[in-house]
């Protein structure tokens, strides 16, 4: 699938997700890098502005982030973790889809 020619929605995101676990950790970047600075450094939710990980996904999801930035992937069981947290914000990840930064690519 190539966002070139991809008209991105939920179903075609959540498709992704569910079959390739390099666009997880994208996405888990993708929803990191939503969150404000102040956020990332906390590895918490402190502004409710709909962007990045909400407060129950906060921890884990930047932690996980922190590892793939680190050059590290996920391995199985924090893997299925992360995908099942990228799942929660399909919404947000249309919107970074659509905005021209696929969750797919050659290299993390």
Not at 3 to 23: M, V
Not at 42 to 55: D, I, L, V, Y
Not at 63 to 92: D, E, F, M, N, T
């Amino acid at each position: 699938m190539s966002s070139l020619f991809t008209t991105w929605t939920p179903d075609a995101i959540r498709a992704l997700l569910d079959r390739s676990d390099k666009a997880v950790e994208r996405a888990i970047l993708a929803l990191y890098r939503r969150q404000t600075e102040d956020e990332q450094t906390t590895q918490e939710t402190k502004h409710r502005n709909g962007r990045g990980f909400a407060s129950c996904h906060a921890w884990r999801g930047s932690y996980y982030a922190q590892w793939i930035l680190g050059g590290q992937h996920l391995s199985r069981p924090h893997l299925q973790k992360a995908r099942r947290i990228a799942r929660h914000y399909v919404g947000q990840l249309t919107e970074v889809a659509q905005a021209g930064q696929p969750l797919e690519v050659a290299h993390v």
